[in-house]
């Protein structure tokens, strides 16, 4: 007798939670970040406004972050950190595609 064989599609999603938790332990491990701009709610996760908003268009994301550098530090290297950081983090951890890392500077620490 001959065997019937079925394979099985199966998906696996990942929810824009878990994207946006990777990229937060991603960009506060660089050196030279303070912090987030805002924190991270269930409120601002819905309104899109929190310091990390994340668009995913089919299996790829786009990331936004907004951070607070520390005094000292060029602006500019931190965001460029801030963004391998997060794509690669991101990608690994998760196995989704990131186009884009967008970093805003939205102030700077003071100790």
Request: hydrophobic share 45%; net charge neutral.
């Amino acid at each position: 007798m001959a065997e019937v064989k079925k394979s099985a599609q199966s998906k696996l999603n990942i929810s824009e939670d878990v994207i946006v938790t990777v990229a937060r332990l991603a960009a506060l491990e660089v050196k030279g970040v303070a912090g987030l701009d805002g924190e991270i709610t269930k409120m601002s996760k819905l309104r899109k406004n929190g310091p990390i908003t994340v668009g995913v268009i089919g299996d790829v994301a786009a990331l936004d972050i907004k951070i607070k550098v520390k005094n000292g530090y060029k602006c500019t290297s931190v965001a460029e950190e801030v963004q391998s950081a997060v794509k690669e983090d991101v990608q690994n951890m998760t196995g989704v595609a990131v186009a884009r890392v967008n970093v805003s500077i939205c102030g700077v620490e003071f100790e």
